[in-house]
């Protein structure tokens, strides 16, 4: 259900290869220098970076200058051990009265009573019954019309839950360290008036009159705690659900360029009833010695070489950038990682605040595509 801002016109627009020639493109690096301003601040480690980088793309945005050096791992999807998984999940079971389908894919789903996990490559689903499912989505619904609040439930408070959660997730062998994490309550009165808005929802209302999904009512046994987590390595963020979208070239059969790495668990008063957790990494193998980051000088040759022979029709503004780890898919494989310290570059286009971005490798400045 997440909103996505379509970007025709724009890819349209970089699809447009102009007539400028190298040499023009060396003229224009040039006057970019003299265009840019970057102003230095001692107390906050920050840079101001404001002025034109080409024709119709500037910048103006803050740029944190990191004070330690980066290194690149090579890792893979994770393989979770279905033995591990169902002695956390189902304590008290015996190996009979879990039934476990495996498919061709190397995935597979177990089932206890009315609780199932299905696991893939570097995922797990949990439910701890198919009740929970409608619970999830008007969670989800809520969190991106921004309807939820964090606050405390009575069955118990929000830091009590959030300790249960973690305690349970380290036992998964995550291998990355916990980012920033979101703690919203949902109250009985809460989840009436989300599924009000659900059914009136022109894209989802459709769903109740079909018979998918079922209006309900909600007591005190069904508020839960929604809480989300991004995951960080080495002091960075890695590339999470709620990053800008990845910018991919090389056609649909380039497949999947990287994973965001994620987690959503849903407690109640019965405990954990559902998680969700994907891009999930397996042990990490330092690839590189740690290097220095490029400066701005370095990311604006870059954009230079991204838009200096392309003719555009709308004015791009840098407004964002941060370095992060960044999980590449390796070509050729679906499984092996190589996670990479990246400046994601985040733009405004014609002064509108859109999910548009582009990511360089903080080593070499190459585009991350």
């Known amino acids: 259900m997440k909103k996505r801002v379509c970007f025709v016109t724009v890819l349209l627009c970089l699809s447009m290869v102009g007539c400028s020639a190298n040499e023009n493109k060396e003229n224009m690096s040039e006057t970019t220098d003299k265009k840019i301003s970057i102003e230095e601040s001692n107390e906050t480690g920050q840079v101001d970076i404001k002025g034109t980088i080409t024709e119709h793309v500037t910048a103006n945005t803050k740029m944190e200058i990191p004070e330690k050096t980066f290194a690149t791992y090579s890792t893979e999807l994770k393989t979770f051990d ?4 169902a002695s956390l999940f189902w304590p008290e079971s015996s190996k009979e009265e879990i039934y476990i389908e495996e498919y061709e894919d190397k995935s597979l789903a177990m089932t206890f ?19 929970i499912r409608y619970l999830s989505d008007i969670a989800f619904y809520g969190e991106e019309e921004n309807l939820l609040e964090e606050k405390d439930l009575a069955f118990m408070t929000a830091e009590q839950a959030v300790q249960n959660v973690e305690a349970f997730l380290f036992e998964l062998d995550l291998g990355v360290d916990f980012g920033e994490k979101k703690v919203f309550a949902l109250k009985k009165e809460d989840m009436s008036g989300i599924q009000d808005m659900m059914k009136a929802d022109e894209h989802l ?27 960080s390595f080495d002091g960075l963020p890695i590339l999470g659900a709620e990053d800008p ?22 407690f109640s008063n019965s405990g954990i ?3 969700n957790l994907q891009g999930i990494l397996s042990e990490l193998e330092k690839q590189s010695e740690n290097k220095e980051v490029i400066q701005f000088d ?14 555009l029709s709308q004015e791009y503004n840098l407004s964002k950038i941060w370095l992060e780890y960044f999980p590449k898919i390796k070509e050729d494989s679906f499984e092996e990682v190589e996670l990479i310290p990246v400046w994601c570059c985040v733009f405004d286009i014609n002064g509108e605040k859109v999910d548009y971005a582009l990511r360089f ?9």
């Open 245 to 266: 979208d990845i910018r991919m070239t090389g056609g649909m059969e380039r497949g999947e360029l990287a994973w965001p790495v994620e987690a959503t668990v849903l």
């Open 205 to 231: 209302g459709g769903f109740y009159e079909s018979g998918k999904f079922q209006e309900r009512t909600f007591d005190t046994e069904d508020e839960l705690y929604f809480i989300k987590y991004t995951f």
């Open 361 to 369: 490798h903080a080593f070499t400045g190459e585009e991350i595509s």
């Open 273 to 275: 009833c559902e998680i």
């Open 113 to 131: 009573q009315d609780e199932t996990v299905a696991l893939g490559t570097g995922s797990i689903m949990y439910r701890k019954s198919d009740d």
């Open 82 to 85: 279905k033995e591990k998984l």
């Open 298 to 311: 370095e990311i604006e040759k870059a954009l230079v070489k991204k838009f200096g022979d392309v003719i």
